[in-house]
């Protein structure tokens, strides 16, 4: 029988020696799968060759036994291309990742021939048509994710016959229908995710069956019905979410003691009524209960305060409470909630006072939300004890009385909403102390006294509302002054005093309202440097004289200068104002003839009514005609006037000819004297700008020789050392010039004379310069820079590619990488526009920006920039200048590559694709890109409906979801990424509409998720 058995098994090895089943069928079939990558991205299998043993190459594990392929780990490499059908011929595979790439195509039908098959991943890609019917043959599989990609049809029941499964996501697709039945087959899963889709109808009562069930994602689809009364069977749940996924009626009573091991619970955005059931705070494991925008009715249980772990509470946009007494009472229950981070419960019905025990809740609090309700009382006097809160909004109550002196202790304050209330006393001065502070609301109160100048301390303030009060005095100038407001609302409160000239330094305001606040005086000219204006309202105040030049206003959209003394002549640019919505000049003292072109003609947009000096053809305006002069007096005059204005022409222009002579022979000699001096010295007049000079024993002190351990990073011409300069007892950054590489003298003057005289919160400070000779006689060059602890922006995107030991703790939300993106833009805006004279970084990248404590932006290395349009500095340029602005590839503009010269444009579209890397997490030189896919076309052809799919994971992994505003935030963002890297300059946006577009975008974010 031995025999018989050996004879038999050696006649088996040879059938399958003559019938090809070896590794070489294997090798066949990866090498047609590599044939359908595309191109540019095989570089990741290029040691799939004949030359290379099969379990040699890169990414593939063979068995031990037969040295067949039983893995294929190719997740996360930007693969393209198709999968190809020769996939299935792998038919010793035990696990296929093909997740986070950007495949297209259809998932082959092949890939159902893989019977030993048990991890399937072909998450994060591009794949379209419909799930393969004929998946079921792989019996084995206990892992299917086909999440977030474009497929199509319906869940096919054929899945329910893998009853190996334990987990099964399929959302983030177009996958519609109903759930099939036979999922109740299922009974070992233990994860199902369906989120995203378009499915529709009511849940399978089979379902009642998985129970083993840990987390069940049903949220944003179409079903309808009942709370799915399956669900309730599911008693190993840990987290369930059917966010709007479309159902009604009322939940179960007793769902807390029928889903008692629930960590995460969210409800929100269906249509569910009844009370909330008091069983919930039975669940002593709940951290998160998320019941907002239903309809629900009842008071908020008091045993909510048994939740020992609870973390999140939201039930806002419901209708509990009853205008009474004892609606708050929960409140003193959740005190003993010590883990306690968001309480939400605004836009309710809740009444009475609000409880002293609202500054008992736990010191870990970071949002309080208990707006448009029917709270009376006061803010209590402990507010202060939560020390955390970064939003408080209470805005829409009856509160009454003061702000209590211990709000000032609570410094981590972003949002403070306290409008449309009746509080009283004067806006405290403390408010100031909250530097964090992005958006006020204390309007449609009744505060008095004078605005407080301690607001100006507020530098992040975007948003600033305090109309509608019985405020007094002046508007303070250091409102005036800070630069990243977008809105100003004072209206309605009895002022006096003008409209400060410093109004002209806010080049991010979008909207600024004073009406009837009683202001006087003439309109600053300077109002027309508010480049991003889109409404202005000045109506019912004092202003007299003209409308001062806003002619550079041209995104402007609401124009309200009503009920004044304004005089002169109504600007005939209005006309032109593309964008115009409304204009209103009415009750004022206007004269002449009022512009019959563009918006003029537009009779239900304009109003000019109450100035009885002016006059007009457009028939709707109600205006008397204009006089017209005798033709002959006017033809007269005419003649004289051309004869005298060509006489003069002609003498001006002989005069000025002499005089461009006289200049251009006095430049040449002025410009040889100054190369010959430039040669002979080579300390650069630039460094006389630095009081303040180190010498390179210094620096050589306080870098402990130049050591590596102090070394914080490197660049085209030199390193970067961190330094103590004991003296000052300051951390500096002190970046060494590498004289030897060509041009970095060249950088060194660059940068000396960029940012010599320019002052920017988000520049990176140059304290000093060190121009001398080191120990072994060699010259010395180096740039001191204040210090930003937290690095640079590229090691926070790509922290994959950073040391552990200087990898960032945590990754950038959206709204920081938004934050960050305004800085960047803000001061780009700065140097192209605001300075004296333009400059151009002309090196816009992720490592040239550095973050400080607080992660705001700072724009280093200039290096390379250029001053623009300055004649008496032609010679400084010519001295930099060699073959052409280079800056870093991938960012560069186009424009340079052809050798064209250094501009502002060029900065815009390198802003441009650092947009895009911030939000997408992929460099534009990633291995993804390459013939005619690059990161714009990548980003261009997912918006909108398909943002997620390109969003960086690290974002995801931050709290990006469906269904909130991060998606719709994303999408706005990376257009205007688009915007900026047109491949013509001319189609580019102007720095400042950035500024503009990305301000407007996260005050959209703001509210939405207010």
């Known amino acids: 029988m031995m025999r018989l058995f050996i004879l038999l098994s050696f006649n088996a090895f040879i059938l399958r020696e003559a019938y090809g089943f070896t590794d070489e069928t294997d090798v066949q079939a990866l090498l047609e799968f590599k044939s359908q990558v595309s191109e540019d991205k095989r570089v990741f299998l290029s040691s799939w060759n004949h030359s290379v043993p099969l379990c040699n190459w890169n990414k593939v594990t063979c068995g031990h036994k037969h040295k067949r392929v039983t893995q294929l780990d190719l997740g996360g490499l930007q693969l393209g291309g198709v999968i190809s059908p020769s996939i299935g011929n792998l038919s010793f595979l035990i696990s296929l990742d093909l997740s986070s790439n950007s495949f297209v195509g259809t998932i082959p039908q092949e890939v159902g021939n893989l019977f030993r098959l048990e991890y399937l991943n072909m998450s994060f890609n591009l794949l379209e048509g419909e799930i393969p019917v004929n998946l079921f043959n792989c019996s084995r599989l206990f892992d299917l994710e086909l999440d977030s990609n474009q497929l199509g049809g319906g869940v096919p029941s054929e899945l329910g016959s893998l009853t190996n499964l334990l987990y099964l996501y399929l959302g983030q697709n177009y996958l519609k229908g109903k759930l099939p039945a036979s999922l109740g087959n299922l009974t070992s899963l233990m994860q199902l995710s369906v989120t995203g889709n378009k499915l529709e109808g009511g849940i399978p009562n089979e379902v009642a069956r998985l129970n083993q069930m840990v987390l069940l994602t049903l949220s944003v689809n179409n079903f309808s019905g009942i709370f799915p009364p399956s669900i309730y069977n599911l008693s190993s749940l840990e987290m369930l979410n059917i966010f709007s996924a479309g159902f009604s009626g009322r939940p179960n009573p007793d769902i807390g003691t029928l889903l008692p091991n629930l960590q995460e619970l969210y409800m929100g955005n269906n249509h569910f009524t009844g009370a909330i059931p008091a069983t919930l705070s039975n669940i002593s494991t709940l951290e998160i209960l998320a019941m907002e925008y239903?309809?629900?009715?009842?008071?908020?249980?008091?045993?909510?305060?048994?939740?020992?772990?609870?973390?999140?509470?939201?039930?806002?946009?419901n209708s509990l409470g009853n205008h009474s007494f004892g609606d708050l009472k929960f409140i003193d229950a959740l005190s003993n909630c010590t883990q306690l981070l968001i309480l939400s419960v605004g836009f309710n019905r809740l009444g009475?006072?609000?409880?002293?025990?609202?500054a008992n809740l736990s010191t870990s609090l970071n949002e309080l939300k208990l707006q448009m309700n029917h709270i009376s009382g006061s803010i209590p006097h402990d507010i202060g004890n939560l020390i955390n809160l970064s939003k408080l909004v209470l805005y829409g109550n009856i509160l009454r009385g003061t702000l209590p002196n211990s709000l000032g202790m609570i410094l981590e304050l972003g949002y403070l909403s306290l409008d449309s209330n009746r509080l009283s006393g004067v806006i405290p001065s403390f408010i100031g102390n909250m530097t964090k502070l992005e958006t006020l609301y204390l309007n449609n109160n009744s505060f008095e006294g004078p605005i407080p100048p301690s607001l100006g301390n507020c530098r992040r303030l975007l948003y600033l509302y305090i109309g509608c009060n019985r405020l007094n005095g002046t508007i303070p100038r250091e409102i005036?002054?800070?630069?990243?407001?977008?809105?100003?609302?004072?209206?309605?409160?009895?002022?006096?005093g003008s409209l400060p000239n410093d109004v002209g330094r806010l080049q991010s305001l979008v909207i600024l309202s004073l009406a009837?606040?009683?202001?006087?005086?003439?309109?600053?000219?300077?109002?027309?440097?508010?480049?991003?204006?889109?409404?202005?309202?000045?109506?019912?105040?004092?202003f007299v004289g003209t409308i001062p030049d806003i002619r550079g206003l041209v995104g402007v959209r609401r124009l309200d200068f009503s009920k004044n003394n304004l005089t002169g002549s109504i600007p005939e640019y209005l006309a032109k104002f593309s964008k115009l919505e409304y204009l209103n000049l009415s009750i004022n003292n206007f004269k002449g003839r009022v512009p019959a072109e563009g918006k003029f003609q537009n009779s239900t947009i304009v109003l000019v009514y109450g100035n009885k000096n002016l006059c007009g053809d457009i028939k709707e305006l109600k205006l008397d005609p204009c006089i017209v002069h005798a033709p002959s007096m006017m033809k007269k005059h005419s003649s004289l006037s051309k004869k005298f204005v060509i006489g003069v022409c002609l003498g001006m222009s002989f005069l000025s000819l002499v005089f461009i002579v006289l200049l251009s022979l006095c430049w040449f000699m002025r410009r040889k004297k100054k190369k010959q001096q430039e040669t002979n010295n080579t300390n650069f007049s630039t460094l006389e700008v630095f009081h303040e000079k180190i010498s390179y024993g210094d620096l050589r002190n306080a870098t402990n020789g130049f050591s590596s351990s102090n070394c914080i990073g490197s660049g085209s011409f030199g390193t970067v050392f961190k330094a103590l300069l004991p003296a000052e007892k300051d951390v500096v950054a002190v970046k060494v010039l590498n004289l030897k590489r060509r041009g970095a003298m060249k950088s060194f003057l660059a940068e000396c004379e960029s940012l010599k005289d320019i002052r920017h919160r988000n520049l990176v400070k140059l304290l000093t310069a060190c121009s001398s000779i080191d120990y072994q006689g060699n010259e010395f060059r180096a740039l001191i820079y204040e210090f930003m602890p937290s690095g640079s922006l590229d090691m926070w995107l790509h922290p994959e590619e950073v040391e552990e030991i200087h990898r960032p703790s945590r990754t950038l939300t959206l709204l920081e990488r938004l934050d960050i993106a305004v800085d960047v833009a803000s001061v780009l805006e700065y140097l192209h526009v605001h300075c004296h004279e333009p400059i151009?970084?002309?090196d816009l990248k992720p490592s040239n920006i550095l973050l400080d404590d607080d992660l705001t932006a700072h724009l280093s290395d200039f290096g390379l920039a250029r001053l623009l349009l300055k004649f008496d500095q032609e010679s400084f340029l010519n001295y930099l200048s060699s073959a052409g602005v280079r800056g870093t590839i991938g960012y560069a503009a186009p424009e340079y590559g052809l050798g064209g010269q250094p501009s502002v444009h060029g900065d815009v579209y390198s802003f441009g694709v650092l947009l895009l890397e911030m939000f997408t997490g992929k460099r534009p030189t990633n291995e993804l890109f390459g013939g005619n896919l690059t990161l714009h076309s990548y980003t261009k052809s997912a918006l909108p409906e398909r943002?997620?799919?390109?969003?960086?994971?690290?974002?995801?992994?931050s709290g990006l979801r469906v269904g909130f505003p991060h998606a719709e935030c994303l999408a706005f963002v990376l257009e205007v990424g688009l915007r900026c890297c047109e491949e013509s300059p001319a189609n580019r946006l102007a720095i400042s509409q950035v500024v503009k577009d990305l301000n407007s975008i996260k005050e959209r974010f703001f509210r939405a998720r207010s």
């Open 294 to 317: 239903n309809n629900l009715t009842g008071v908020i249980p008091t045993s909510f305060g048994k939740l020992q772990n609870l973390e999140v509470l939201q039930l806002h946009e």
């Open 516 to 542: 009837n606040t009683s202001l006087s005086g003439q309109l600053p000219q300077t109002l027309g440097k508010c480049l991003s204006m889109e409404e202005l309202y000045l109506q019912e105040n004092s």
């Open 480 to 496: 005036m002054q800070i630069s990243s407001i977008v809105h100003i609302y004072i209206e309605d409160t009895p002022l006096t």
């Open 352 to 358: 009475g006072e609000l409880p002293t025990s609202v």
């Open 840 to 842: 151009a970084h002309c």
């Open 947 to 957: 943002v997620l799919d390109i969003a960086d994971k690290l974002i995801l992994h």
